[in-house]
T-cell receptor, first 114, second 118 residues
């Protein structure tokens, strides 16, 4: 079975500061990794995805994530956050072994303060 | 371009009443369709998915059911709501994988329905 752990349920940060949202997964086979963002009372939007190739993935809104196979991690980073980045962020994993079904982490609430 | 519509946006229902949430997708054919639930302060739980008309797979046993009467229509139902059914319900679609069901391609979500059972 595959699983996703987002270690921080909430991350407060000041505007223009860097941020890292942590994500670790468990799976015995090759995985595909995703980060989604959810603004209040809305559905989820895809930020970025790793399917294969370069382990550093760039997404929308200045976010990037790095796939680290040895540490089974896919942490999300942004060098300078804005107030508008305040949202819930979800890491997700899928694999051929699990029928390609997505498993989501519990989410991390990013709170950007002025 | 593809769009996904989900309604209603909010719903307040008494315990024991029926439920029907509808989701439609436009601009694509034979999508994979999904219903997720997000309880307050928690992550997403996959409830149902469908790879074609009339084909429904349930991930979690509960008093909810799903149907897919048309290619791009996905309905979530209940005959009698429980308090524990309260939550944020999200419909999503994805392009079918070549080898099996499920999204190696990303999920595209609707804006959700916030259901409060009183």
């Amino acid at each position: 079975a595959q699983s996703v752990t987002q270690l921080d349920s909430q991350v407060p940060v000041f505007e223009e500061a860097p941020v890292e949202l942590r994500c670790n997964y468990s799976s015995s086979v090759s995985v595909y990794l995703f980060w989604y963002v959810q603004y209040p009372n809305q559905g989820l939007q895809l930020l970025l995805k790793y399917l294969s190739g370069s382990t550093l993935v760039k997404g929308i809104n200045g976010f990037e994530a790095e796939f680290n196979k040895s540490q089974t991690s896919f942490h999300l980073r942004k060098p300078s956050v804005h107030i508008s980045d305040t949202a819930e962020y979800f890491c997700a994993v899928s694999s051929n072994n699990a029928g390609n079904m997505l498993t989501f982490g519990g989410g991390t609430r990013l709170m950007v303060k002025p | 371009s593809q769009t996904i519509h989900q309604w209603p946006a909010t719903l307040v229902q008494p315990v024991g009443s029926p439920l029907s949430l509808e989701c439609t997708v436009e601009g694509t054919s034979n999508p994979n369709l999904y219903w997720y639930r997000q309880a307050a302060g928690r992550g997403l739980q996959l409830l149902f998915y469908s790879v074609g008309i009339g084909q429904i797979s349930s991930e979690v046993p509960q008093n909810l059911s799903a149907s897919r009467p048309q290619d791009r229509q996905f309905i979530l139902s209940s005959k009698k709501l429980l308090l524990s059914d309260s939550g944020f319900y999200l419909c999503a679609w994805s392009v079918p994988s070549l080898d099996s069901y499920g999204p190696n391609s990303p999920l595209h979500f609707g804006n959700g329905t916030r259901l409060t059972v009183t």
